[in-house]
Structure formats: structure tokens, C-alpha cells
Nanobody, 115 residues
Framework: QVSLVESGGGAVQPGGSLRLSCTLF????????MAWYRRAPGKQRESVAT???????NYTESVKGRFTISRDDLKSTVYLEMNSLEREDTAVYYC?????????WGQGTQVTVSS
């Protein structure tokens, strides 16, 4: 059974940085497209960044140039490096692993950007 365990959330001031991590257990990490989603208060969940098995990545427009997604297949872990954080980045961040037709989700980690 595949499970995703996230870590790295927390509270930070505007302009600060955080790094989220998500480790996959119970599956072959290298076959999955990995992604980070977020749900801000009162808003729908949105895709933040995606990285395919071969390393190609995509970002939602609002985080381009500030966030970087990466993967370490030997550690079965995907990362989200978040810099120049803004209040609008406050959300619960979720890790996702997708290999059609299955999709797995982490439990979520809170990121709060506030002064």
C-alpha cells in the first residue's frame, strides 16, 4: 500500500523560505509523476508544481521564479523549495503521486506566511 509522508511546513514571515518534503513508501517512486497542491482558506485546491519521472517540471503562474520542485529517486522523495513567500501562499500543501489510473495523496502540511 502506497503512502506519502510530508514534512517541512510551518510559519514564516513574508519574504522568507521553506522547504517541503514528501517521501513515498510502499511503491516504486520512479514511475510516479509527483506534484504539490495547495488549498488556501476559502479557496479550491490548486496545482502548484509538477515533476514527471524524467524530470520535466511545471508550475502554476503565481509561483514561477519563487518555487522549485525537485525529486530524489534514490530517497523516494519530492521537494518543494519555496522562496520569497507571500501571504497569498498561506495554505495547506498536499503531496500527490500519480501513475494512471491511480493517484495517492499525503495528509497535508500547513504553511502560514504572516508577519
Amino acid at each position: 500500500q502506497v503512502s506519502l509522508v510530508e514534512s517541512g511546513g510551518g510559519a514564516v514571515q513574508p519574504g522568507g523560505s521553506l522547504r517541503l518534503s514528501c517521501t513515498l513508501f510502499g511503491g516504486r517512486f520512479g514511475i510516479y509523476t509527483m506534484a504539490w497542491y495547495r488549498r488556501a482558506p476559502g479557496k479550491q485546491r490548486e496545482s502548484v508544481a509538477t515533476i514527471e519521472p524524467e524530470g520535466r517540471s511545471n508550475y502554476t503562474e503565481s509561483v514561477k521564479g519563487r518555487f522549485t520542485i525537485s525529486r530524489d529517486d534514490l530517497k523516494s522523495t519530492v521537494y518543494l523549495e519555496m522562496n520569497s513567500l507571500e501571504r497569498e501562499d498561506t495554505a495547506v500543501y498536499y503531496c500527490n503521486a500519480k501513475f494512471w489510473p491511480v493517484s495517492y495523496w499525503g495528509q497535508g502540511t500547513q504553511v502560514t506566511v504572516s508577519s
